[in-house]
């Protein structure tokens, strides 16, 4: 089945400065990849994905390129805000009905 | 529309006991998943449904059980309850396209069980 690494586990930045999460998977066969936040207490929200007919999508802050090849993609926060602060998971799935998560990441932006 | 919505939001149960949790998904939406969320192991994928069928399984024991109605409400089960049980457990729902892709799946707030 699908497995996906997710790196790093925490992740502490500079309001201001960019943040980079970065996921591999298993299965050549996957073809979505989305990313979720999850703030303390509530419930993950998806933030942005990118289909692996797209090498990137940028939506305002926030961006995820995709390399089919190397079997990675990755989640760009510019210029953080302390909003900013939370776990963040990607995942990957394919027509099989399931999505794999990683292991999350724990973002902290520092005033 | 309103969003995903789960029941109970809480429960504590001993060990040996079974519990049912229950997802309403979002109108119109009629694939639900389930998730176990644990600290540091992400989510943990536990059954798709879409009209009333099991479409996939995640790695649990068969402990683990759930169901679909026709109205796409679904419900999990968990018998013969252990302490590692202890877990948010998350339904998500989505919209299916004919082609079978995957659409965004939104996530409801969660039932919270605890296992004395």
């Known amino acids: 089945g699908e497995n996906v690494e997710q790196h790093p586990s925490t992740l502490s930045v500079q309001e201001g400065d960019s943040a980079v999460i970065k996921c591999t998977y298993s299965?050549?066969?996957?073809?979505?990849f989305p990313w979720y936040k999850q703030e303390l207490g509530k419930r993950p929200q998806l933030i942005i994905d990118?289909?692996?007919?797209?090498g990137e999508k940028k939506d305002q802050r926030i961006a995820v390129t995709l390399n089919k090849t190397a079997k990675h993609f990755s989640l760009h926060i510019t210029e953080t805000q302390p909003e900013d602060s939370a776990v963040y998971f990607c995942?990957?799935?394919?027509?099989?009905?399931?999505?794999?998560f990683g292991a999350g990441t724990t973002v902290t932006v520092r005033a | 529309k309103a969003g995903v919505t789960q029941t109970p939001r809480y429960l504590i149960k001993t060990r040996g006991q079974q519990v049912t949790l229950s997802c309403s998904p979002i109108?119109?939406?009629?694939?639900v998943s389930w998730y176990q969320q644990t600290p540091g192991q992400g989510l943990q994928f536990l059954f798709e449904?879409?009209?009333?069928?099991?479409?996939n399984k995640g790695n649990f024991p068969g402990r683990f059980s759930g169901r679909q109605f026709s109205n796409s409400r679904s419900e999990m089960n968990v018998s013969t309850l252990e302490l590692g049980d202890s877990a948010l457990y998350l339904c998500?729902?989505?919209?299916?396209?004919?082609?079978?892709?995957?659409?965004?799946?939104?996530f409801g707030p969660g039932t919270r069980l605890l296992v004395l």
């Open positions: 995942a990957a799935g394919s027509n099989d009905y399931k999505l794999s």
């Open positions: 109108s119109g939406h009629r694939s």
């Open positions: 998500a729902s989505s919209s299916v396209t004919f082609s079978g892709r995957l659409e965004t799946q939104y």
């Open positions: 990118i289909r692996s007919n797209v």
């Open positions: 299965d050549s066969a996957s073809n979505y």
């Open positions: 449904y879409f009209s009333e069928t099991q479409r």
